[in-house]
């Protein structure tokens, strides 16, 4: 990965967005998605959108379901996934059919990183979630059009946790997906990869409340690993268009 070393992304890769409010958040980066996945089908005649989980992104959501779009030639992928069951509370699989697949969007396809759990969750049984999670992954069209990520007040974006035994794996990893133990939150997770979200055309990032504003000011700084939004922010190779309320 190309992490910058002299200064900061060019102008061209790194582009701010601020809303006065969280809804006005939601309207404006559905409507810059819809743009970007219009412009893709229309290259391409297919797109592929990766969106994050909890509680930030349902208003976006419903935002962008009402948002005109070929949902039949769109294929909606997980940024990361909690290691519940579908049902669950936590699940992020839930919640895309909940708040985003729904009427029209309905239409879209969905590709989860996993229909079932074992009833054991060890490492490798999480190994074996993986690797059956990029052989899905590899099946369809790449790379990722447009990946939305949310950012924890830890630093964390997609399940790259500061902290996790298993990081540097998912910061360094060929694969597109791999699992880590966040050390505080709870689940286990699959999440992709930061190589794999730094192959996106466009990565989106969306940050609401002083708490992450200040975070996100620091992770401005410099690439660092205790901080792994700052990796995102501080690289080269990919746009990252920046949402704040």
Not at 211 to 232: G, I, M, W
Request: charged share 15%.
């Amino acid at each position: 990965m190309n992490l910058r070393d002299d200064g900061p992304p060019p102008p061209s890769l790194l582009q701010v967005h601020a809303a006065d409010s969280v809804e006005q958040l939601a309207q404006q980066l559905a409507r810059h998605i819809a743009r970007r996945l219009r412009k893709a089908i229309t290259q391409r005649g297919h797109a592929v959108l990766a969106v994050s989980g909890g509680k930030s992104p349902v208003a976006m959501f419903e935002q962008l379901r009402q948002q005109p779009l070929e949902w039949s030639h769109l294929t909606v992928l997980l940024v990361d996934e909690r290691c519940v069951p579908h049902d669950h509370a936590d699940s992020n699989t839930a919640l895309v059919h909940t708040h985003l697949l729904q009427g029209e969007a309905a239409q879209a396809s969905f590709v989860p990183f996993f229909d079932h759990l074992p009833d054991v969750l060890d490492d490798v049984a999480l190994e074996t979630l993986a690797d059956n999670a990029n052989a899905r992954l590899a099946a369809q069209p790449w790379p990722i059009d447009v990946a939305v990520l949310g950012m924890g007040e830890d630093g964390h974006t997609a399940s790259l946790f500061p902290g996790a035994a298993q990081l540097p794996r998912a910061l360094h990893s060929s694969g597109p997906v791999t699992w880590l133990r966040p050390p505080a939150a709870p689940h286990a997770r699959l999440t992709l990869t930061l190589p794999a979200l730094l192959t996106t055309h466009e990565l989106m990032l969306s940050i609401t409340g002083a708490t992450k504003l200040a975070v996100y000011q620091q992770a401005r700084l410099a690439a660092d690993e205790s901080l792994p939004v700052s990796l995102v922010l501080n690289q080269y190779s990919t746009p990252v268009s920046i949402w704040l309320a």
